[in-house]
């Protein structure tokens, strides 16, 4: 971690100790008022606990022009970010795609579309629906390494954040109450329930949060929507494609449907917030994971309308580039928040449980 961020962070963090207005806004700040000095880890611990509701930010009496110049939210973002490079592995990507994401993440599935394209040349001579266009056995040896490196990747990483942070094992009360809260979104509340400040200032506002869960939730059917066929080829000896009424698509549907919604809206509550309440020069890698978890949500669903026409051919490699490109990035894009807030969540409910 470059001294910088954390400098400015261990200097605002100190103010807001001695300050004590903002006690009960966010997990953060219990955490921070239980100490009276911080380690890097620690600091590292708060960044990743924020979930920039900013909310702190305009009920703080020392923000610009004040001399103290607080501008807690941005610099824990910074913090934040600059956490998921130092303990990605390897790092060297990290802060290429955070810096140029929109412009790697499009090469990539483009490039990605063009492959399954040409591999659409060895198509097999007889198959049903998209297996007529691509071996079931050519997606597996392409998807089931590029899905278990990136979470070996993820898994390393994380290691190397829990042992900066948090350091102990965590009980089982502690794993259930992390679970809940970050289900439940708590720390976007504010601290009052009322929503957060993120895109209309000193407005309170729920939409992030449903926008979070519609995101979540529409990408968590979609993933057991995957699941339940591969279950129903592997086990059942059903194969592709299912009718409407099968689970992989009452699955599927409303988890696409809701993964575009929940998108769209993080998308325009992005493009209307303050940059400067963020970190700024991470805002196109941000923007990318939005934009392709749309995007994968989106020919998912053109893919399933387009059955039994031409464009079928068209759209497949497109959707597989898209669904390849985010599992390789998981590990360095924005996917990777998910993991740390929850580990951080975790680690939070440890240091309580160790406390008392």
């Not at 009276?36 to 900013?54: F, K, P, V, Y």
Request: proline share 4%; glycine share 8%; with cysteine.
């Amino acid at each position: 971690m470059s001294l910088e961020p954390i400098a400015e962070t261990r200097r605002q963090v100190e103010i807001c100790n001695a300050c004590r207005y903002c006690e009960g806004y966010c997990d953060v700040f219990p955490e921070m008022h239980a100490q009276r000095a911080w380690s890097d880890g620690d600091l590292t611990h708060l960044a990743n606990l924020c979930h920039n509701c900013r909310s702190c930010y305009y009920a703080c009496q020392y923000t610009a022009p004040h001399e103290f110049g607080m501008n807690l939210p941005g610099i824990l973002a910074e913090v934040r970010q600059q956490s998921w490079q130092d303990y990605a592995w390897p790092a060297s990507f990290a802060g290429l795609f955070h810096r140029s994401g929109v412009a790697i993440t499009a090469l990539l599935v483009l490039s990605f579309a063009v492959i399954f394209w040409l591999a659409a040349a060895l198509r097999p001579e007889e198959g049903r629906g998209f297996y007529a266009l691509m071996s079931h056995s050519l997606m597996v040896i392409i998807f089931l390494p590029a899905f278990v490196l990136p979470l070996a990747a993820t898994a390393v990483s994380l290691r190397r954040y829990w042992r900066e942070t948090a350091g102990d094992g965590a009980g089982w009360s502690a794993v259930t109450s992390a679970i809940r809260r970050a289900g439940a979104l708590t720390n976007l509340g504010g601290g009052h329930g009322h929503g957060c400040n993120f895109e209309d200032e000193d407005r309170y506002s729920n939409a992030r949060r449903w926008a979070h869960q519609a995101t979540v939730l529409g990408f968590l059917l979609c993933f057991l929507s995957t699941a339940s066929a591969t279950v129903l080829h592997y086990v059942f000896a059903v194969q592709a494609p299912y009718p409407i009424w099968s689970l992989p698509k009452l699955l599927g549907l409303p988890g696409g449907i809701l993964l575009c919604l929940g998108t769209i809206e993080l998308a325009r509550l992005k493009l209307k917030a303050d940059r400067a309440l963020g970190a700024r020069d991470m805002w196109s890698g941000e923007m990318a994971f939005v934009l392709l978890l749309f995007f994968v949500g989106l020919s998912g669903l053109g893919l399933y309308a387009a059955t039994g026409t031409r464009l079928v051919a068209f759209l497949l490699p497109l959707h597989l580039g898209s669904v390849l490109t985010f599992f390789l990035l998981t590990p360095y894009s924005k996917m990777v928040h998910g993991f740390y807030r929850l580990a951080a969540l975790l680690a939070s409910g440890t240091r309580r449980t160790n406390a008392s």
